[in-house]
T-cell receptor, first 117, second 114 residues
Framework: GAVVSQHPSWVICKSGTSVKIECRSL??????MFWYRQFPKQSLMLMAT?????????EQGVEKDKFLINHASLTLSTLTVTSAHPEDSSFYIC?????????????FGPGTRLTVL | AQSVTQPDIHITVSEGASLELRCNYS??????LFWYVQSPGQGLQLLLK??????LVQGIKGFEAEFKRSQSSFNLRKPSVHWSDAAEYFC????????????FGTGTQLKVEL
C-alpha cells in the first residue's frame, strides 16, 4: 500500500512553454501533498505544500506564478511549470500524506525529470 | 530553525563490510527522525523512522538506526552491506507532534565495492 505515482517520469520541453506534472496517491487519500525540487547531487528542497481544496503554501523564494500547484482531489495534485526556462530543469518529486496517517508519514513518488531546452 | 547535517558526502565500503552513515540534527526539542534511500533517478523510500520509545529502531533491508539525544545524532547502520545497497541516503527531521515539513540533509552517496 501507500503508493504514489508521478506522470510523466521525464519530459523535455522548449523554453517558454508550460509543463504539467501529475502526482497521484494510488491506494490512499492524501489530504496533503508536497512538491520538492532536487538539483543534481543535492538534497530535496521543499517548494510548496498543497492541501486538498485550498491554495498551496509556498516556501520562501519559490515563485507562485511560476510554479502553479493544484490539489483538486484527495488523490491528485498537479504542478505546472509556466513559461519554463533552462534554469527550471531539475528533478521534481512529490510526496503525499495520508489523511489518517501518523506524524509526518509522507510517501514519495518516483520523481519527474524536467529538461528545458 | 531545524537543520540536518550529514557530514559524509561519499562513503565507499566493501560488500559484506559494516556500514555507518552519520546524521546530526539541530532542533529545539526531540524531533521526529527519518532515513530515506534514493536509487538513481528514483524517488525516496523510507528505511526507518523514530518518533519515541526505544532509541534503537529497526528498518527495512536490514538497516537500523540509533537515536542519541546527548549527541543529537541518528546514525544509520547495517552490519553487512550488499552491492544493491549502493544509493543515496538522506536523513530527515520533522517537528515533534506532527506537522508537515520535513527538512532533509544533503545526503550521503554510498558506493559498494565488490
Amino acid at each position: 500500500g501507500a503508493v504514489v505515482s508521478q506522470h510523466p517520469s521525464w519530459v523535455i520541453c522548449k523554453s517558454g512553454t508550460s509543463v504539467k506534472i501529475e502526482c497521484r496517491s494510488l491506494d490512499f487519500q492524501a489530504t496533503t501533498m508536497f512538491w520538492y525540487r532536487q538539483f543534481p547531487k543535492q538534497s530535496l528542497m521543499l517548494m510548496a505544500t498543497s492541501n486538498e481544496g485550498s491554495k498551496a503554501t509556498y516556501e520562501q523564494g519559490v515563485e507562485k506564478d511560476k510554479f502553479l500547484i493544484n490539489h483538486a482531489s484527495l488523490t491528485l495534485s498537479t504542478l505546472t511549470v509556466t513559461s519554463a526556462h533552462p534554469e527550471d530543469s531539475s528533478f521534481y518529486i512529490c510526496s503525499a500524506r495520508e489523511a489518517s496517517g501518523t506524524y509526518n508519514e509522507q510517501f514519495f513518488g518516483p520523481g519527474t525529470r524536467l529538461t528545458v531546452l | 530553525a531545524q537543520s540536518v547535517t550529514q557530514p559524509d558526502i561519499h562513503i565507499t565500503v566493501s560488500e559484506g563490510a559494516s556500514l555507518e552513515l552519520r546524521c546530526n540534527y539541530s532542533y529545539g526539542a526531540t524531533p521526529y527522525l527519518f532515513w530515506y534511500v534514493q536509487s538513481p533517478g528514483q524517488g525516496l523510500q523510507l528505511l526507518l523512522k523514530y518518533f519515541s520509545g526505544d532509541t534503537l529502531v529497526q528498518g527495512i533491508k536490514g538497516f537500523e538506526a540509533e537515536f542519541k539525544r546527548s549527541q543529537s545524532s541518528f546514525n544509520l547502520r547495517k552490519p553487512s552491506v550488499h552491492w544493491s545497497d549502493a544509493a543515496e541516503y538522506f536523513c530527515a527531521v520533522g517537528p515533534t507532534g506532527g506537522g508537515n515539513k520535513l527538512t532533509f540533509g544533503t545526503g550521503t552517496q554510498l558506493k559498494v565495492e565488490l
